[in-house]
């Protein structure tokens, strides 16, 4: 059984920098790809980076330029390291890894409970 746990969030004011991590439990035979999405209150979710097993990264619009996603493969970690924070990053940050938990089984989704990140103006 898989598990993903996020950590990292909190209160930063405008300009600050956090960096979110998101420890993986379990194994996974493999990985196709992780990603951080995030939840405003009456908003829906959106993705905001991803990092395909092949190292490719992509960001939304909103974040290009200031949010980094990383990986540690030693330590089963993803990581999201957010620079110059707006008052509109306020959100619960989710990362999301899709994989395979065997060579027999097909790709699944798994998500984290999320980590709460508000910044101040």
């Known amino acids: 059984q898989v598990q993903l746990v996020e950590s990292g969030g909190g209160l930063v004011q405008a300009g600050g920098s956090l960096r979110l991590s998101c420890a993986a439990s379990?194994?996974?035979?493999?990985?196709?790809?992780m990603h951080w999405y995030r939840e405003a209150p009456g908003n829906p979710r959106e993705l905001v980076a991803s990092?395909?097993?092949?190292?490719?990264?992509n960001y939304a619009d909103f974040v290009k330029g200031r949010f980094a996603i990383s990986r540690d493969n030693a330590k089963n970690t993803v990581y999201l390291q957010m620079n110059s924070l707006k008052p509109e990053d306020t959100a619960v940050y989710f990362c999301?890894?899709?994989?395979?938990?065997?060579?027999?089984?097909?790709?699944?989704?798994?998500w984290g409970q999320g980590t709460q990140v508000t910044v101040s103006s």
């Open positions: 990092l395909t097993s092949g190292g490719d990264t």
């Open positions: 999301n890894v899709q994989g395979s938990p065997s060579i027999l089984e097909s790709i699944k989704s798994y």
């Open positions: 379990g194994s996974l035979f493999s990985i196709s790809a």
